[in-house]
């Protein structure tokens, strides 16, 4: 049996019951024993955060951005092998779009380039999604688009709307798979 104090109006632990022989009980601190009751005293959790290559941007997104900001955890090549860097190419209040080089000065070259994480209000402007219909976290569709090599390779797609808002998640000669993980991660932060 377990007994706290809080309703006695004493400041004391936990305390674990053990039962001995002939029907006697005797009183074991509990290891977790704290001046708080159980009711006051809180565990620390950390909410999941976009993937640390955003740190820098996410402060100029949220001054300026009035969309929902989703951005993954999950970046495929951020092993630290290879640096990557997210450089805010677009900030308006109903778009951004980031660009994710191996320098940070990538201005989307193909050598540098990883690839690029997206939103935009939707509006009777923006066509359609198009691409093959792909299954995402928390019952939303996406539509994923093959990348197409002919001197370079150009990026793999998956678009998704939610709440009013296109999101798309980009990687060049990316992989399905790849860029299903990247959207899932940001889909699940929100």
């Not at 809180?42 to 900001?69: D, E, G, R």
């Not at 970046?75 to 290879?82: L, M, Q, W, Y």
Request: aromatic share 8%; net charge positive.
């Amino acid at each position: 049996m377990i007994f706290s104090c809080k309703n006695l109006g004493y400041v004391c632990g936990l305390f674990l019951l053990v039962g001995v022989s002939g029907g006697n009980y005797s009183a074991v601190a509990h290891p977790n024993n704290s001046t708080q009751p159980l009711a006051q005293q809180q565990i620390k959790t950390t909410k999941p955060q976009p993937h640390a290559v955003f740190k820098s941007i996410i402060p100029k997104l949220k001054q300026k951005s009035q969309i929902k900001i989703l951005l993954p955890t999950y970046i495929p090549e951020s092993d630290g092998a290879n640096p990557i860097y997210a450089i805010l190419e677009t900030v308006t209040p109903k778009k951004y779009d980031i660009l994710l080089g191996f320098t940070p000065d990538c201005t989307g070259g193909t050598a540098c380039r990883l690839g690029v994480v997206s939103a935009e209000a939707v509006t009777k402007k923006i066509p359609r999604l198009t691409g093959k219909p792909v299954a995402l976290a928390k019952g939303i569709t996406g539509y994923f688009v093959d990348f197409r090599c002919g001197a370079n390779c150009s990026d793999a797609t998956l678009s998704w709307r939610q709440q009013g808002v296109q999101y798309s998640i980009a990687l060049k000669a990316g992989k399905r798979a790849e860029l299903v993980k990247m959207a899932n991660s940001a889909i699940n932060l929100n």
